[in-house]
């Protein structure tokens, strides 16, 4: 149990990306501080299932866009537990449009959704680090979009890039410190969301033509940010781990 004795953050915790990374750490052995914007069933279920993994977890309840929310959030996360050693940062809102067409205000929400989000508790955590010493992890959850700019989707890619520039910064500044700070990109994975979004029987239809056959799970991105947060990358910070299942080739391949 490679995180054993570390305790954690995970925003968007209730269910998707955020919860794959919740339980792929508590599987790991850390504590884990469960956040959403709302208590809900899908929290009590991820907290439940860390529980079965023989792990504590705690909730700070609260919106990762505002700062004063994310004040709370830092503050109830470093006292459920005293400290916190890793933070997985899941920040995301997404609304395609025509360029064209998109609606300037969708559009700031969207970028302030993604990039802000990131800031907000990425700042604070690392304070908290500083001044606990001893290092720490920050994870921050991107997405393939920061590589491939997809059509009607212009708020979506530009937010992620700007979170991928923004990690990069924050690991120049934080070594010094000696925290690790590196960004996931996830492709097209398997989430709730994208039910949601493209409907379950088109993802079901689209998943045999991608480069792996099959979307990628939260389960897949958990354990990437697991390994992340681990003594075993201890020499890795300011990187991008691409976690698509080969999704950005695919108009590579023969």
């Known amino acids: 149990m490679k995180l054993l004795g570390k305790r954690a953050l995970v925003t968007g915790a209730g269910r998707g990306i955020g919860k794959g990374c919740a339980l792929e750490l508590a599987r790991a052995g850390a504590d884990v501080v469960l956040n959403d914007r709302e208590m809900n069933a899908n929290l009590e279920e991820t907290a439940a299932e860390i529980r079965e993994l023989g792990r504590e977890t705690r909730f700070a309840v ?13 503050a109830e996360a470093i006292g459920a537990f005293g400290r916190l050693d890793i933070l997985v940062s899941n920040p995301a809102f997404s609304r ?21 989000g990131g800031f907000h508790m990425g700042q604070l955590v690392a304070r908290h680090m500083v001044a606990r010493g001893g290092g720490g992890k920050i994870v921050f959850i991107s997405s393939v979009h920061a590589r491939i700019p997809f059509a009607r989707s212009a708020a979506y890619n530009a937010g992620k890039s700007g979170l991928n520039a923004l990690a990069f910064t924050i690991a120049a500044e934080l070594l010094k410190h000696r925290i690790n700070v590196n960004v996931i990109e996830p492709g097209w994975i398997d989430t709730p969301g994208e039910h949601e979004a ?11 033509g991608l480069p792996w056959g099959r979307l990628g799970t939260p389960s897949d991105i958990g354990k990437a940010a697991a390994f992340l947060s681990s003594d075993e990358a201890d020499y890795i910070t300011g990187t991008t781990l691409l976690v698509d299942g080969g999704f950005w080739l695919k108009d590579a391949r023969e």
């Open 96 to 116: 395609r449009s025509e360029f064209l067409d998109y609606d300037p205000e969708l559009f700031t929400r969207i970028l302030h959704g993604t990039l802000m």
């Open 198 to 208: 493209f409907g379950t029987q088109a993802i079901a239809d689209a998943a045999p």
């Open 62 to 74: 609260g919106s990762v866009f505002e700062r004063e929310s994310c004040e709370t959030i830092a």
